[in-house]
Each structure stands twice: as C-alpha cells, then as structure tokens.
C-alpha cells in the first residue's frame, strides 16, 4: 500500500489524528466516550474483514458470526474459567482463527457471490446456534461478565466487569477508552504490517488474477485459508473488546445486521485501505449513533432507509471509499504534475480472479 | 447517398487510442471489406458502428446519424452484426438462436424465414433441437450468419468469418455467404485477415492499419497491384 | 407414524414457500445472473402493500393481484436507479453484494416508516380449516399453498420455453451481448425479470404472513430457505426452486423435531446443504454446468 502526498502531510495529518483521539475522552461525556469504545470494537472486526474482503477478495458477509463467536469466547473464559480479561482477546483471537479456517476451507471452491451467501448464511445462523448451546452461552438473555470472587456466583449481576482507572484524575470510562484505543492501534499495525509485507502482496495479487498468483509460484490454496483465519482472528479481537467493554454479551447483538454493517464499514470506508474500515466505522456510527438518533419522532426508522440510498449512490459514485477516492484524487493531482498518465486508479471492486473485460483487439491493438 | 456513410470515427478502451478518424462507406447491396492485420482495429470498428462501445465522429445510415445508439436500435434501423467469435448463444437451441435473430419481426415471419434458413443450411437443420454451444465452428458460423439474416437487414457487418476455421471450412462459410447476400440483395460490410479470401469476395475494399484508413480501392486494383499487397496484406 | 406424517405435511407447506421465493431468485439470476439478497425484502414490502389495499376492504385475492402489480413497480424501480447502473454482475460481485444489501437496509427501513413496527394480521389466502386425509390434519391454506406453487412455476416455465419474452430472457441470461446483437432490447428485458421477480415474491409473502405474522423482518429467515432451496435445485432451474423448496421445506422441519442438536436451528439443516451442495455439485440438481463459473 503506497501513500501518495507529500511526507510532511501525512506527518502533519497524523498528528492532528493523534491529537483529536487523545482529547476526545475529554471533550464529551461518558456515554459518548463509551460510544467511541463500541466503535472501536466495530473498527477493529471491520479491520479484519478488510484483509479478507478488500485485499483478498473473498466477500464475507458473516463476520458479525465471528466477531460475536470472538465476544462469547471472551465472556465465557472470563466468567467460567476466571481468565484476566486482558487475556481473552488473544484466546478470542485463536478460537476465532479456527473457526476462520474452517469456514476458509469451502470458501476455496465457493467464490464470489456464492461465498456472499454462504457466509450470509452463517450470519444468520449465529443467534439460532448461541441459543441452541444455551448452557454455555446463557442463551436468549444473554452472559454477564462476572469477575470471578468467592462471593459472585456465576451470573449474578452484583459484581460486573470494573474498569478501575489507575491514574488519578482519569475517569474509568476515560481510562478504559485509553486501554482499548492501544489494543486498537495495534490491531491496525498488525494489520497494515501484513499487508505491507511479501503475504500482502501475494493477497492481492490473488484477488487480481487467482491463476496468474498460483502460476507466479503463490500457494493460493494455503494463502486463501490462512487469511480467512486471520482475518476472523482480527474480527474475534474485535469481539471480545465488546464484550469486556459491555460487560455483557447477547445473542440480538450479533445478528446479520452486525455482519452487513461491518461491511458497509469497509466499503464505505475503503475496501483495500488501511484505514478505510477506521474511517468507515466512525461515519456509519456518527450516522446510526449520533444522527439517527436526532431524526423527529414520525422518521425514527428512516435512518436504513438513508443509509441504503446513500450505500447506492456511493457504489455508483464512488466505489472505492472514502479513503480510496482521496487517494485516487491524490494520484490524478500528482499525475497531473508530473504529466505522466493517472496509474493511481485503484480497482478494489474489480473481480476477484480475472479483471480483463477489453474486447480482443485491445492487447494486440496496443501493440501494433 | 451511401447507405452506411462513417467519418471520422474516433475510439479508444481507456486510455488507448484505437482508431484515429476513421472514413469509409457502403452503397445499398455492395459487398466492402476492411483488411489489416491483427490489431489494426478492425473489430473496433465494427464494434463501434454497432453501438457496442462508444466512440466519437460520425455513423449515418441513409443520411441520418446513428451513432450512440444501442445495438439493438441499430438492428431496428437495418444493420445486422456477426461479432467476433461468432456470438452464437451457445445455452439455446439452433432454431432458439435463429428465433432471437428475428427477435424484432413477427412471429409468423420468423416461421417462414426458419424454414427458408433451414433449407438453405441442412445442417442447421439436422440440429435444429441441439445447443448451438455444442456444434462445430463451422457449424457456428453458418448459424450465426444465417441469425443475422433473419433480421433481414439491409446491412451485414461481419467480422471475421474466418477465424479459427479450417481453409476448407473458410473456403465454404465464404461460398455459402456469396450466395445468401445475392439472394437477399444486403450490403455486407466485411472485416478480415484473409486477403485473399476476402477480396474474391468483395466489390471493394480498404486497408486498415493502426486505427487508420491507408489504401482504398476497388478489389481487382487491390488484388492486382503487388506493392500494395506486399506493403499491407502480407501476399 | 401420523405424526411424523403431520411434521412432513408441515414441511411441505413451508417448502412450497421457499420454493416461491426460490422462483423470484432464479427468475433473476436467469435474466441477470446475480444473487438477489434484497428478495425476501422486496417481497415483504409488497406483501404489505397487499395488507394496505386488503385492510381497505378488498377481497384478498384481488389485493394479491394489487400487491403483485406494486411489487412490479417497485422491482422495475430498484432495477434501474440501483442494479442497472452497476454493469455486469459478475465483475465486480462486492459491488453487487452491497448494492442488494443497500436495497435490503432501505426496503426494511421504507417499510417500517411506512407501515410501522407492529405486526400486521393478513388473513390466510384459503382459511383456517383443514381436511382430515388417512388421519392426518391439513390446512387448506398449505394444499393451497402447494396448487399456487405448481401453478406459478408452470407459468414460468411457459413463460421461459413458449413466449417471445422467455427466449428474450433466456438469451440475455446466456449472451447478453449477442441478444443484444440480435435486436433483444436488453436493459428492458432486464428490468422485466426483476419487476416479475417482485410480482412472485409477493405471493411467497402472502403466504408467509399468516402463519408468521406480517412484520418487517419476517422474510429474513425464509430468503436464506430460499437460496438453500435454489442452491439445491440449481440456480437457474425453476423446476429445482420448486424441488429444492420442497426438499428444504421437508428437511427443515422433520430434522429438529428428531436431531436435539438441531433443536433450536431450524436453518442448520439448510446451511449445511447450502454447503454440501456448492462444494460438490455446485450446478445443484438441475442446474445447467455454466453455473459453475464465477
């Protein structure tokens, strides 16, 4: 992934982002603080799915299965089995690899649309599956996360999950922010740490051209596999920031609406950019949780109905994303002064496997 | 009047150019041919007369512009397209693919003309239930050939009729084809790498060479001028 | 024995549902070649148009025949301000995926400001009696169910193999470029299948609500029955809808009343033949090969 621009404005422009992240805690109330929170745990899945959908072109539509199946490993490790809640991502993160890998393990011979419905499918499995195994999930009222005490039988509500902040003058819920903002960042690293690296390369090219990658000696099958584990590793991280922010898990918050705005996140934001599902998060939560809201009693539930009208335009109009259209803006300014011709145009949507829709006598026309 | 009357057709995928200011015509009835080799644009050509990608200039049909129409308006207007590859609809059956060819007439023509067509191509007849994807190339072109007629148009673009055929097989689509323009009295605009093919065939004829008209004549000035063949057609 | 006889005749009658939904999913993969994952709520939404016109005081059946015309109208209108304008489903299958769910947010959403969120009651099209048959209860409303279906899949199937717009729809389905070569007006003919599509769905819907309640998300499960169904029968085939609904239909209630792992999970039993059917024999039961590619 090349950023274009001049150095100095990415400086420049990660620094006023360190520095809005930092204030923000401060700014606004707890509520909103806690709001930030949800969206990080959104941010971080969406991150996940990215890997998979963006840069390897796999479509899920079922990584709100694998971010809830990442918040109950959490809720249950920490509940039944005492774990230290910093612990459980990483657990969550290793169920939740296995799971990917298996779901990775079809998705070699289901492509595109039927990968889209299959995954559609698991999506909207998870609830039905969360209630079937209620014993261990608590079924259809939910898990509250209990630290474990002598004195606090499991699922009792009397001693929840604290938050104690350890430094003077920082609210828990400021200092909870400031713990999963961390956890946040560095998912985001790891992920921009993969796909900057020799693997990355080898997803997109698979996404490009499945045959050309297998035939320049990448082992398709394998990469394939590994990023569907990886990529519901991240989703599963994402989960269980959830579930240790909420204090509480529940089947109706993992419903296919999970899935579907996790995507929503990555398109919006950008397929195939690092920060594309960041910024893709924070709009689609200003809009459900900041907008919506705020619309007049009698348009309550207009707000999918402008967010489906939006998500079309922005297909029509815009399909690479926000961060993917300032990038190809970028490009076309940086071409234009260089006068070379714009190669910037990122093709994020193109098909996975096979991009060519020329007619016949463009290769050899281009040639003569 | 010419009854196809291009100038200046410009085009391009992208951002490559591939036909610069494109002029040729076609009378009512007369049989052109376009030669050039591979790449020259040619099927680019076709294709944007036909409306199947955009591109800029001019395209008038009896003096009218029609340039930016849809192919199938096109085909309402009396110009028939045989694409490269054939085109067959390879999921329907022979006499399905010859019906979709007179989608635009009715159906009591289409019977008719079905009958005709299946006499003049016995063997379209003998697979009339068959899927068109599971004949042989030859077999193919003769359907498509035969599908763009029963839209009875007044102009057949034709690209490449020879492609991926035996000489013998080339040798008959073309006979086949002389016949069934003379009977049906339609200009055929015909693009090919078979010279020689090609201009027995034709009344006219130019040369197309990286997106540009070079020569232009008549088929026996052509055939019979050997600087011009051994420039441009390769004989 | 009866009982296991009555859960089957459940089956059935949820089958023939799926199997209706199943037909406005291969109606549109046929004319368009994409997955429609806005179906069950396109025909939610013209199920409560029916409710509408119904609620007005129209006999039901006349409501039916409303509702299929708005649902129609309203396929044709999502067809081309969002679907048309994004080319060839199979270049870009992202795009596709959101678009559809884009339409599934906002026909969801369009539906609940309209109508609201409380469930609406919609009478069964054929009553609430039931015939006795060798000891066995069946409502009229799923034999009814079952001759609707049959009917509506022999309209199709002489739709697709004896009319001028069936060949059209076959043709652009198969070649869009040469149909269009050919003189097929294509862009129409596209839009035609998703307004037929939405015409279908409405009578999956008028018989979902009765037995679900008529609210807005109560196409969501039956959408996923639905591609189970066609992924089974194969995803151009109208004869696999119907097998293929009837199958999942049958499976879907018979397994959890057996297997207690699958008590809860009605769906599972449809997932894992979505599964099994993609990995070995993605054409499905009746599916021409060509479905393999993608």
């Known amino acids: 992934m090349t950023s274009t621009g001049p150095r100095w404005v990415r400086y420049a422009s990660g620094a006023v982002m360190a520095v809005v992240l930092v204030a ?151 200092w909870r922010y400031f713990v999963f903002l961390a956890v946040t960042v560095v998912m985001f690293i790891v992920v921009a740490n993969i796909v900057r690296s020799r693997t990355g390369r080898s997803l997109v090219a698979i996404r490009d051209n499945e045959v050309a990658a297998e035939a320049s000696g990448v082992n398709v099958s394998r990469a394939k596999i590994l990023t569907f584990g990886t990529s519901a590793a991240i989703a599963g991280v994402g989960g269980a920031m959830l579930a240790l922010n909420n204090g509480r898990v529940n089947p109706t918050s993992f419903t296919l609406l999970v899935s579907i705005y996790l995507l929503v996140a990555v398109v919006v934001g950008g397929a195939a950019t690092i920060v594309g599902p960041a910024v893709g998060t ?18 309550e539930n207009a707000a999918p109905v402008i967010l489906g009208v939006l998500l079309v335009i922005q297909m029509l109009l815009a399909p690479n994303g926000i961060v993917g259209q300032i990038r190809d803006l970028q490009a076309r300014i940086a071409a234009r002064r260089h006068g070379g011709d714009p190669g910037g145009q990122t093709g994020h949507l193109a098909t996975p496997g096979g991009t060519g829709t020329e007619p016949e006598d463009l290769g050899s026309a281009s040639g003569t | 009047m010419s009854l196809l009357e291009v100038s200046g057709l410009r085009c391009g995928y992208g951002i490559v150019e591939v036909l610069f200011g494109l002029d040729l015509s076609v009378a009512e009835g007369e049989l052109v041919v376009v030669l050039g080799a591979n790449g020259a644009g040619k099927t680019t050509t076709l294709r944007a007369i036909s409306g199947m990608i955009p591109a800029s200039g001019s395209v008038r049909l009896d003096g009218t512009e029609v340039l930016g129409r849809r192919p199938d308006q096109l085909l309402s207007a009396g110009v028939a397209h045989v694409p490269q590859g054939r085109g067959t609809i390879s999921a329907l059956s022979v006499e399905d693919n010859l019906r979709v060819g007179g989608y635009q007439r009715s159906s009591a023509e289409v019977t008719e003309d079905l009958e005709m067509w299946f006499e003049v191509f016995p063997r379209l007849s003998e697979r009339r239930t068959q899927l068109a994807g599971s004949m042989s190339g030859g077999e193919q072109q003769m359907l498509a050939i035969a599908r763009a007629f029963m839209s009875r148009p007044r102009l057949l673009l034709l690209d490449e009729p020879s492609l991926g055929l035996a000489p013998l097989v080339t040798r008959e689509v073309f006979d086949r084809l002389r016949d069934v323009t003379q009977q049906m009295g339609s200009a055929v605009l015909l693009v090919e790498q078979n010279a020689n093919l090609a201009l027995d065939f034709a009344a006219r004829a130019y040369v197309l060479e990286a997106g540009s008209i070079v020569v232009s004549g008549s088929a026996s000035e052509l055939q019979g001028d050997e600087a011009i063949q051994k420039a441009y057609l390769g004989l | ?146 001759l609707v279906l049959v009917a509506l899949a022999t309209g199709f199937v002489l739709l697709f193999n004896r009319t001028k717009l069936g060949l059209a729809m076959r043709a652009v389905a198969s070649n869009s470029e040469s149909a269009g070569l050919c003189g097929v007006p294509v862009p129409r003919i596209l839009m035609l299948g998703w307004g037929l599509a939405a015409a279908v769905g409405t009578v999956a819907g008028v018989f979902t609500a009765p037995q679900l309640g008529l609210g807005t998300n109560m196409m969501q499960l039956t959408l996923i029955f639905g591609f189970a169904a066609i992924t089974l029968g194969g995803f151009d085939s109208l004869i696999g809808a119907v097998v293929g609904g009837m199958v999942v239909g049958i499976l879907s209630a018979v397994v959890p009343q057996y297997v207690s792992t699958f008590e809860r999970m009605p769906l599972a039993p449809a997932f894992i033949l979505i599964l099994a059917v993609l990995l070995f024999r993605p054409q499905g039961l009746f599916g021409s090969k060509e479905v393999q590619r993608v």
């Open chain 1, 24 to 174: 923000l805690p401060f700014m606004f109330p707890a509520f909103r603080v806690n709001q930030f929170v949800t969206w990080m745990c959104l941010a971080v899945a969406a991150a996940g799915l990215n890997l998979l959908t963006g840069f390897n072109g796999q479509i899920s539509v079922g990584h709100g299965a694998l971010y809830g199946l990442g918040a109950y490993t959490a809720a249950i490790l920490v509940t039944d089995s005492g774990w230290p809640m910093l612990a459980t991502p990483v657990a969550a993160a290793a169920v939740c690899f296995v799971a990917g890998v298996v779901i990775g393990l079809p998705a070699l011979r289901i492509k595109g649309l039927y990968l889209a419905l299959v995954t559609l499918a698991v999506a909207t499995l998870f609830p039905a599956l969360v209630e079937q195994f209620s014993s261990l999930t608590g079924g259809s009222s939910g898990l509250s996360l209990v630290v474990p005490q002598d004195d606090c039988p499991r699922g009792r509500p009397e001693c929840p999950v604290r938050w104690e902040s350890p430094i003077d003058g920082l609210a828990s819920d400021q």
């Open chain 1, 282 to 299: 924070v709009v689609a939560g200003l809009f459900n949780d900041v907008i919506a809201p705020e619309l007049p009693g009698r348009f």
């Open chain 3, 1 to 146: 024995m009866n009982d296991f006889l009555e859960v089957v005749v459940v089956g059935i009658g949820n089958g023939a549902v799926y199997a209706m939904l199943g037909l406005g999913l291969v109606v549109i993969y046929r004319s368009t070649g994409l997955l429609n994952f806005a179906q069950g709520e396109l025909s939610m939404f013209s199920t409560f148009i029916v409710w509408t016109i119904w609620n007005a005081g129209v006999p039901l059946w006349l409501a039916i025949l409303g509702g299929m015309a708005g649902g129609f109208l309203v396929g044709i209108l999502l067809h081309q301000v969002a679907v048309s304008p994004l080319g060839d489903p199979h270049e870009k299958p992202l795009a596709v995926v959101i678009v559809t769910i884009a339409l599934f947010l906002a026909l969801n959403g369009a539906a609940q400001l309209i109508w609201g969120t409380v469930d609406k009651r919609l009478d069964p099209l054929f009553g609430q009696s039931q015939v006795t048959i060798g000891g066995v209860a069946i409502q009229w409303q799923k034999i009814g169910a079952v």
